[in-house]
């Protein structure tokens, strides 16, 4: 779902600045910004500018909110506003209004979907992780 949104807040974004673009009248070339740590994937940011400069200027922003949503939708490290401080504390009014947006889509995609997508499913994939992180390896004269 961390991705969903990612892709969703980026295309959003492209789709903006792409849109503010369009009659600019000048000749627009093709440039693109891979972004290596953030989400744990690589990110690819493609835009049409007219220059260097502009480019630099459009990509520092994206890769701007990308580094914000990166770090408040982070369950192991994010700050507070985060979807951890929310986890590990349980208040909504401490919670960024982006994360209520996203359980407000999930509430709304949960229902359109009769059931089959359930955002809530984080707390499985933490249990598989703590188990993962935790299990006991066998000594090597085990093996």
């Known amino acids: 779902m ?18 503010s673009l369009c009659g600019c009248g000048s000749s627009l070339s093709r440039y693109e ?39 408040l939708f982070d369950i192991y490290d994010g700050g507070e506003g985060s979807l951890k401080d929310l986890n590990d504390n349980k208040i909504l009014e401490n919670a960024d209004h982006d994360i209520l947006e996203l359980l407000d889509i999930g509430v709304l ?10 955002i809530a499913m984080g707390s499985v994939l933490t ?12 000594d090597d004269n085990e093996l």
């Open 2 to 19: 961390k991705r969903f949104l990612a892709a969703l807040s980026a295309c959003t974004l492209v789709c903006l600045l792409l849109l």
């Open 33 to 71: 910004a891979v972004y290596t740590d953030l989400f744990d994937t690589d990110c690819t940011f493609t835009a049409y500018c007219s220059s260097d400069e502009e480019f630099k200027e459009v990509s520092e922003a994206v890769y701007s909110e990308l580094s914000r949503l990166d770090a």
């Open 127 to 138: 249990l598989w992780h703590e188990a993962r992180e935790t299990r006991i390896l066998p």
């Open 109 to 118: 995609f949960y229902d359109l979907s009769g059931g089959k997508l359930n």
